[in-house]
Nanobody
Framework: QVQLVESGGGLVQAGGSLRLSCAPSGSIFSINAMGMGWYRQAPGKQRELVAVIGSGGNTNYVDSVKGRFTISRDNAKNTVYLQMNSLKPEDTAVYYC?????????WGQGTQVTVSS
């Protein structure tokens, strides 16, 4: 069963940066033709879509992260990234990667991002 593995979370001060990565566990499943999304869930809140990238590279972001976060994909590495700059305490959450399309809807286990003020 394919799973996604996120990495790159951690503790950072407000104004700092982190880059999250997401790739499928195992080596034979390709996400290159799939849409990919980054979601986050803060304590006591619903999971929200943060950013999405299509197989063709088109992107979309929730308003609260526009201009600060960038989603990208490296097809050669079968990996999707979320570059997060100018982080704020309200960005604190567990961040999840999601792959969708072609009959699949696959999630990762999440990575914690904590932004201190």
């Amino acid at each position: 069963q394919v799973q996604l593995v996120e990495s790159g979370g951690g503790l950072v001060q407000a104004g700092g940066s982190l880059r999250l990565s997401c790739a499928p566990s195992g080596s034979i499943f390709s996400i290159n033709a799939m849409g990919m999304g980054w979601y986050r869930q803060a304590p006591g809140k619903q999971r929200e879509l943060v950013a999405v990238i299509g197989s063709g590279g088109n992107t979309n972001y929730v308003d609260s992260v526009k201009g600060r976060f960038t989603i990208s994909r490296d097809n050669a590495k079968n990996t999707v990234y979320l570059q997060m700059n100018s982080l704020k305490p309200e960005d604190t959450a567990v961040y999840y990667c999601n792959a969708f399309g072609r009959g699949y809807n696959i999630w990762g286990q999440g990575t914690q991002v904590t932004v201190s003020s």
